[in-house]
Nanobody
Framework: EVQMVESGGGLVQPGGSLRLSCVAS????????MKWVRQAPGKGFEWVSL????????DYSDYVKGRFTISRDNAKNTLYLQMNSLKPEGTALYYC?????WGRGTQVTVSA
């Protein structure tokens, strides 16, 4: 069974940092590119970042470029998202996803 479990979300003040993790199981993690996607309250899904299988090619949405860093540890079947300089508009449920499989998400709330 394919599973992806996100963690690391929480409440943070504007300008703060969080590191999200996504532990994958049930498939060969190193064979799949991975993405982070978020959904803000009352809004649609928004792509945040992607990373290739080896972890040496990444891309970011314009909203997070320069502030977020995606990475992966294939030995640990884990995807990461380092989020710095967080803004209130970053409040959302953050999901890791690949090939149609999704985790349940981890909530990030950016508020003073």
């Amino acid at each position: 069974e394919v599973q992806m479990v996100e963690s690391g979300g929480g409440l943070v003040q504007p300008g703060g940092s969080l590191r999200l993790s996504c532990v994958a199981s049930g498939f060969i993690f190193s064979n799949y590119g991975m993405k982070w996607v978020r959904q803000a309250p009352g809004k649609g899904f928004e792509w945040v970042s992607l990373i290739n299988t080896a972890g040496d090619i990444t891309d970011y949405s314009d909203y997070v470029k320069g502030r977020f860093t995606i990475s992966r540890d294939n030995a640990k079947n884990t995807l990461y998202l380092q989020m710095n300089s967080l803004k209130p508009e970053g409040t959302a449920l953050y999901y890791c996803t690949t090939e149609g499989a999704w985790g349940r998400g981890t909530q990030v709330t950016v508020s003073a």
